[in-house]
Structures are given as C-alpha cells and as structure tokens.
C-alpha cells in the first residue's frame, strides 16, 4: 500500500503542480489535492477489504451448515489453506 505522502505527490503531479510545494498552493488547490489523495488512499482500504470479505466468503463456503443436516460440511486444511493462497495471488 501506498503511504499518503506517496499519494499526495502523485496527486499533485497529476494536478500539474509537480514542481510546488504545498506550502506553494493556494487554498483552494491544496484542499482539492488533499481530498483527492484522500479519496485514493481511502480506495486502497476498500479494495483490501473487498479481497478480505470474499476470502471470508470463500472459506465460509467450507463451514456452511446445510439446512437438513445437522453436521458442518468441512473442506481439508489443503482446500481450505489454497483459497487463502489464491485470495492473496501466491498460486
């Protein structure tokens, strides 16, 4: 993941003031990069707690109870343990 500061100069590259210092920017043009950065770096954590839902979702699917039984359907640690590889792009 990208540190805000590594955000913030993006930001600013992309805003055309790659050359300024922040203490160089008017209000208004600081605020809006800071919001943008902000946005982004915000987007990160989503898109880690997206991967992180469907992980839960995925390995959940090992531990559903099925209505007329009593009993969990259990996938092997293998199963169980290669989900979480391909969730996290080792396989």
Do not use: R
């Amino acid at each position: 993941m990208k540190t805000t500061n590594e955000i913030f100069k993006e930001v600013l590259i992309d805003l055309g003031f790659a050359d300024h210092k922040p203490s160089e920017l008017s209000n208004s043009d600081y605020w809006m990069a800071t919001e943008k950065a902000m946005e982004l770096y915000a987007e990160q954590f989503k898109i880690k707690a997206d991967k992180w839902d469907k992980l839960d979702s995925d390995i959940g699917k090992y531990y559903e109870i099925e209505e007329d039984s009593m009993e969990e359907e259990e996938g092997s640690l293998l199963e169980i343990g290669e989900t979480a590889c391909i969730a996290f792009g080792y396989l």
